[in-house]
Nanobody
Framework: VQLQASGGGLVQAGGSLTLSCAASGRTLDTYGVGWFRQAPGKEREFVSAISWRGSSTAYADSVKGRFTISRDAENKVSLQMGSLNPEDTAIYYC???????????????????WGQGTQVTVSS
């Protein structure tokens, strides 16, 4: 499955952005979906994930209470990001996991499919 992440941009600290992950050629409703991010010089890190049924979500401690992951009616997975700060600056990647676990997958190596990433820059 080919994934497309979109919605990144430049925003001031305290602002909001919504990222979207879509699959080309097929639906995402049979995949668990996760968001990861990678800042310059740092490892790619887990941000958030949603189970394939959409009934369970997970968040990194650094974004808990500020970010919300959801599945929408257009077969996309959105990541609503609020109260952004400069430490959120990174390339954000969405990934898909086909194991159909009841639990959202937080481990990077468990995801088989990755999108190309979308840049999020938060200015102070």
């Amino acid at each position: 499955v080919q994934l497309q992440a979109s919605g990144g941009g430049l925003v001031q600290a305290g602002g909001s952005l919504t990222l979207s992950c879509a699959a080309s050629g097929r639906t995402l409703d049979t995949y668990g979906v996760g968001w990861f991010r990678q800042a310059p010089g740092k490892e790619r890190e887990f941000v958030s994930a949603i189970s394939w049924r959409g009934s369970s979500t997970a968040y990194a401690d650094s974004v808990k209470g500020r970010f919300t992951i959801s599945r929408d009616a257009e077969n996309k997975v959105s990541l609503q990001m609020g109260s952004l700060n400069p430490e959120d600056t990174a390339i954000y990647y969405c990934a898909a996991d086909r194991t159909r676990s009841s639990y959202p997958e937080t481990k990077r190596e468990r995801y088989e499919y990755w999108g190309q990433g979308t840049q999020v820059t938060v200015s102070s």
